[in-house]
């Protein structure tokens, strides 16, 4: 995996005199705090298992990792663990005072058994190492406290100064310690992962310490500034930041030294053409994912281009338009942070590129990052549970769908890799609730709160540096209410009919009396509707002799008015022609229009018309009123109409003030009070 980079490193870095046999390591360390894994500063010891389990022996217990999440398992007591070892699928723990062994459960979770005794293999101190060199004095004085090699380094833990690498010669190639990198300076245990990552046990946390990685800080920005340009002269790099001009070896151990810029400018980088857009670039943008939307390209030679966006970057050759992924990094996986203003990426050359970062000048080994990325160990659920009121529940990992009650309060899956992985970013979505991926996270735990019944689907992909994520994806079912459930329909249905049958015998037993009740109430409605249509027949006959009577009398009225304005009218043009108009004809003219106006036939159809609206109305009047006459009767009849003074005047062929005298004598006839209306009276009679 990693033979390009050590014959880059043989190929490219002589040794200096001080390590003539083996060339002083990049080294990357991570550094794990009691904020990380929640639990005591103080560690005492390591075991690793094939699977890719790191398990730590804390004073608070025993913590596992995974990759990506640490869990801690505490002892029956709460009591420490001071030691542990992994054999045949049990982790064995021990204390001042008592043994034990950890087993995983089907839902993976760790549970402790005391233990009287221990397999005779095992062996809770680390094998021993043979030094074949004195130690030097300034190791020596530093109280060694544990020892470890990878055959080609050797590891010297301390009390007081941090971590010593020495080369088989006993040269000091490194020094770790709270001065540097470390977090702490007193080891109480190294572990060997494998030739390029060791594990070591602090007082004040944990430290994973890769050597040679792709990834390298050549120096920090509080020191040399930030970058701006660079170029590479055989072994010799020279930088330009904001601070001025720099060079160093590119062999590990070297620090930059400041130097002129005349010295500097023929081995730096210079701009020779526009760096294109990413729509001048790629055709087909939407086949770059995130990329598309980059906010930096970078040049880099043989038709590969760096872009940049956020704290990712990725390397594309670019052929006919079209992108192909070489490889892509994101700085979260390091420790790292790109800066958001001034940044570059230059390349030095094949393999070799430069990148700005917050924390200062970083050196990236492209076929190294590739090569670390062929072996990558897939995804897996570490553990499934679910919190409801009554408290938390694990679920099965051979679980082939996760089934949750409907009132569960929070969902939570574990996602791990192993120690082994170089990239640990997981990213995840849940099709149903969200259709984006959440951002990049190296915690492996996924938390949901409480989700509406159905059916879901959580998909999961994990970081590489090159190809297709690798996804998981896990089937979520929230199951109904009790009462929402094909058992709860099925007695509602149940209840439904039993009320029905109820319902249909207690209707059945009132049949009977129900319709001997409905045929009285349909014979006695009917007497009802006809006698009720008989009214309405009498009703609407009336209405019509009414609407008859009104009509008539409208007409005579009406007729009357006209004949009257004749009448004026033939009085008015006889005083005007005097005795120009024919006496003969004026006379003729005006007979016929009084004839018309007391024509007693009019009388004889209106009395027939208001006799059949109102029947006995005259003849009530004749018996309670012997003395009244037939003009008082005409007048009578027509004020029982409502109709004014004027229209009774017209009707009558009389004067206004003669109907007013009438009335008033009629008045006295009738023998009524001053303040009784004669209309109301008539019509109330």
Not at 147 to 153: I, L, P, Q
Not at 199 to 217: C, K, M, R, S, Y
Not at 423 to 445: F, L, T
Not at 589 to 617: C, G, I, P, R
Request: a negative charge; glycine letters at 6%; aromatic letters at 10%.
């Amino acid at each position: 995996m990693y033979r390009l980079l050590n014959i880059l490193i043989v190929m490219l870095f002589t040794a200096h005199a001080v390590c003539a046999s083996v060339a002083i390591p990049y080294v990357f360390v991570k550094n794990y705090t009691v904020d990380d894994y929640k639990a005591s500063c103080q560690n005492w010891g390591f075991s690793l298992t094939p699977d890719g389990m790191l398990y730590a022996a804390n004073n608070s217990g025993l913590l596992a990792f995974d990759g990506n999440t640490w869990k801690l398992y505490s002892l029956p007591g709460q009591e420490e663990v001071t030691g542990v070892t992994y054999y045949n699928d049990t982790i064995y723990t021990r204390n001042a005072t008592m043994l034990g062994g950890w087993t995983r459960d089907t839902d993976g979770i760790l549970h402790y058994h005391l233990l009287t005794t221990v397999p005779p293999e095992i062996r809770f101190d680390p094998p021993p190492v043979e030094i074949p060199f004195t130690l030097p004095k300034e190791i020596e004085d530093a109280h060694p406290s544990a020892f470890a090699t990878n055959g080609t380094y050797f590891f010297i833990g301390t009390l007081t100064q941090g971590l010593f690498i020495t080369s088989p010669d006993g040269t000091i190639l490194q020094h770790l310690s709270l001065q540097n990198q470390l977090q702490d300076n007193i080891v109480r245990f190294i572990c060997v992962q494998d030739s390029r990552q060791i594990w070591v046990a602090l007082d004040n946390g944990l430290t994973q310490i890769t050597f040679e990685p792709p990834i390298a800080l050549l120096g920090k920005r509080s020191s040399i500034g930030k970058l701006t340009n660079a170029g590479l002269d055989g072994e010799e790099l020279y930088i330009q930041t904001n601070l001025g001009y720099f060079k160093r070896p590119l062999i590990a151990g070297n620090v930059f030294t400041p130097i002129s810029e005349t010295e500097a400018l023929p081995y730096l980088k210079t701009e020779k053409a526009p760096i294109p857009t990413i729509k001048q670039l790629f055709r087909d943008t939407e086949a770059l994912g995130i990329f598309a939307q980059a906010e930096h390209v970078y040049p880099a030679g043989d038709d590969l281009y760096w872009l940049s966006i956020d704290n990712e970057a990725a390397l594309f050759h670019v052929a006919d338009g079209i992108g192909t992924l070489k490889c892509r990094l994101l700085f979260d996986n390091y420790n790292m942070n790109l800066v958001t203003r001034g940044r570059r990426i230059i390349p030095l050359n094949d393999s070799l590129v430069l990148v700005s970062a917050m924390q200062g000048t970083l050196l990236i080994n492209i076929r190294e990052l590739i090569g670390n990325s062929l072996s990558s160990a897939p995804l897996s659920v570490s553990q499934l549970e679910y919190i409801d009121s009554s408290g938390s529940h694990n679920l099965p990992l051979s679980s082939q769908k996760i089934s949750l009650p409907y009132n569960f309060q929070e969902l939570n899956v574990w996602i791990g890799t192993t120690i082994f992985t170089s990239n640990h970013q997981i990213s995840y979505k849940i099709e149903g609730v969200s259709s984006d991926w959440s951002a990049w996270q190296h915690d492996g735990r996924i938390s949901f709160l409480q989700l509406p019944e159905g059916h879901y689907q959580l998909k999961v992909r994990k970081y590489v540096i090159k190809g297709p994520y690798p996804e998981l994806s896990l089937s979520i079912e929230v199951r109904p209410p009790w009462y929402n459930t094909v058992w709860a329909w099925l007695l509602y249905i149940a209840l439904v009919w039993a009320i029905v049958q109820t319902a249909l015998r207690y209707n059945l037993k009132n049949l009977h009396k129900e319709e001997q009740e409905k045929v009285e109430a349909e014979r006695q409605a009917e007497q009802q509707r006809m006698q009720e249509m008989k009214n309405r027949m009498l009703e609407a006959e009336l209405q019509n002799k009414n609407y008859e009577l009104t009509l008539q009398t409208t007409a005579l009225v009406k007729r009357n008015q006209a004949v009257q304005t004749l009448l004026e009218e033939l009085e008015k043009q006889k005083e005007v022609l005097g005795e120009r108009y024919p006496n003969k004809l004026y006379s003729r003219m005006k007979t016929l229009m009084e004839e018309t106006l007391n024509d007693q036939a009019d009388w004889v159809l209106f009395e027939s018309y208001f006799n059949s609206a109102h029947q006995n109305f005259m003849d009530r009047l004749r018996q309670q009123y012997a003395d009244i006459t037939v003009g008082d009767l005409r007048i009578c009849c027509l004020l029982r109409m409502n109709l004014s003074t004027k229209e009774i005047a017209s009707l009558m062929n009389v004067s206004i003030r003669a109907i007013e005298l009438r009335r008033y004598r009629l008045r006295k006839r009738l023998g009524l009070e001053g303040d009784t209306n004669l209309v109301d009276f008539l019509m109330n009679f």
